[in-house]
Nanobody, 123 residues
Framework: QVQLVESGGGLVQAGGSLRLSCAAS????????VAWFRQAAGKEREFVAA????????YYLDSVKGRFTISRDNAKSTVYLQMGSLKPEDTAVYYC????????????????WGQGTQVTVSS
């Protein structure tokens, strides 16, 4: 069992930066692949970024490549999403998710989810 809690969301102007955190409970968190998803109002949830349990492999949504960076600190049981050059279209509730399935699978589904954190980018 893994419990996830996101933080770090807020209101930022276009071009600005935010760092989201996903803090996990559970002694085996270091064995979980983790992904960030987002859901904008009236839209379907979409994959944003994923990182393998070791941190050695990552995937990104094409539209965030070069602007967002996913990382993790297993000693702190925390995964981060550093977001830069933010655009109004990045506005959404951001969720982290964890699973022991293969990393590519976690880009589409996961067993454990956080409650989400709101990111709002003003133009």
């Amino acid at each position: 069992q893994v419990q996830l809690v996101e933080s770090g969301g807020g209101l930022v102007q276009a071009g600005g930066s935010l760092r989201l955190s996903c803090a996990a409970s559970g002694r085996t968190f270091s064995r979980y692949n983790v992904a960030w998803f987002r859901q904008a109002a009236g839209k379907e949830r979409e994959f944003v970024a994923a990182i393998s349990w070791s941190g050695g492999n990552t995937y990104y949504l094409d539209s965030v490549k070069g602007r967002f960076t996913i990382s993790r600190d297993n000693a702190k049981s925390t995964v981060y999403l550093q977001m830069g050059s933010l655009k109004p279209e990045d506005t959404a509730v951001y969720y982290c998710a964890a699973d022991r399935r293969p990393l590519l699978t976690v880009t589409t589904m996961a067993d454990y989810w956080g409650q989400g954190t709101q990111v709002t980018v003003s133009s």
